[in-house]
Nanobody, 114 residues
């Protein structure tokens, strides 16, 4: 079992940057996959990026080249660096840990103004 707490969201102008953090309540070394998802109003939740224990990463096509996911096992934290933000990046961003079943954080709001 794990609790996840996201932070770092906010309001930013298009072209700006934000860094999201996901702090876990236990070690993440043994967690196979940690990921960031987002949900825009009226849309389904979608994968933004994820990272495996070995550091392999996967990104949605819409964020490739702009977002970077990383994990700091010593701090039990996963990050999402978001650069060149666009209005379509607006949404609630959720952290997910894949254990016996997925665990989710409460989400953090990201709003990108044009």
């Amino acid at each position: 079992q794990v609790q996840l707490v996201e932070s770092g969201g906010g309001l930013v102008q298009a072209g700006g940057s934000l860094r999201l953090s996901c702090a876990a309540s236990r070690t993440i070394v043994s967690i196979n996959v940690m990921g960031w998802y987002r949900q825009a109003p009226g849309k389904q939740r979608e994968l933004v990026a994820d990272i495996t224990r070995s550091g392999n990463t996967e990104y949605a096509d819409s964020v490739k080249g702009r977002f970077t996911i990383s994990r700091d096992n010593a701090k039990n934290t996963v990050y999402l660096q978001m650069n060149s933000l666009k209005p379509e990046d607006t949404g609630v961003y959720y952290c997910r840990a894949s254990l016996n079943y997925p665990y989710w954080g409460q989400g953090t709001q990201v709003t990108v103004s044009s």
